[in-house]
């Protein structure tokens, strides 16, 4: 995925499509290549945007989930942007769950996957072994049902983001800001139309993480997807982009 990267007012992000907004959300590791499904699916019907989220920006003094959502709020301001539907993975749930409960006039809906906010067990907590590239390949291939596809490109993009000692003291920080910030309490006030779509193999938020959203956030509905892990939009793409096209759908219609 080499998609133009728009630079505009401070802010990096890709944009493709018109129609009703769709904003993706990385995660602490996310990269572009994560969305590409998406991106290409969904940019027929709709305008698809995927802020690039300043994890690695050492212009950027807040590394927390609430400094990222101040971002993000701060780029929706900027693009003009009134309504929207967020999809977030991992972190981007996170931040999407916090930027709709800030800001519920502005999101029609929202589609978590592998949404950290209630539990998350995952490498972002420490790098006993960041030097090590088998214990990082180890760690990536974790995150996955199958280890096939923690390709050798994406083990390598993530082992010198962890080689590099800013980068890993950024993302440390940030991973025990998300590590703290348990929302159990505040996501019980979220209204708008939520999809759930998790790997049944997620080790990083296991199935039981996924039944708490749904039991927590009134209007939500949950899709397992077997043989999958944490990044569902990257192993089994065809049947999430499947379950996201009905969502999505009924959505629009219901807007009608």
Known sequence: MNPTIFQEKGFQYVEKGEGPILILL????????????????????YKVIIPLLPIYDKEHKDPSVEGLTEYVEAFIAMKGIDN???????????IALVFTLRNP???????????SGLFESGMGSSFPKRGSYEYIRE??????????????????EVFDIVGDNFRTLKILRIARSAQRHNMRTEIVNI???????WGLNDNITPPRVAYEFQKLIRNSELKFIDKCGHA???????????????????????LA
């Not at 996310?30 to 991106?39: D, R």
């Not at 006039?105 to 949404?115: C, E, K």
């Not at 291939?141 to 390598?156: G, M, Q, R």
């Not at 793409?237 to 009924?250: A, D, Q, R």
């Open 105 to 115: 006039d502005l999101v029609n809906a929202m589609i978590l996957t592998g949404s």
């Open 232 to 254: 569902a939009m990257m192993e089994q793409p065809k049947l999430f982009n499947s379950i996201l096209s009905v969502f999505l759908k009924n959505q629009t219609q219901a």
């Open 26 to 45: 990385h995660g602490l590791f996310g990269a572009l290549s994560n969305f590409e499904y998406i991106f290409n699916r969904f940019s027929e019907e």
């Open 191 to 197: 209204k708008v139309p939520t999809l759930l779509i």
């Open 139 to 156: 760690r990536v291939a974790y995150t996955f049902y199958s280890p096939d596809t923690a390709s050798k490109e994406l083990v390598d």
């Open 84 to 94: 929207c539907t967020l999809l977030g993975n991992s972190l981007g749930g996170h």
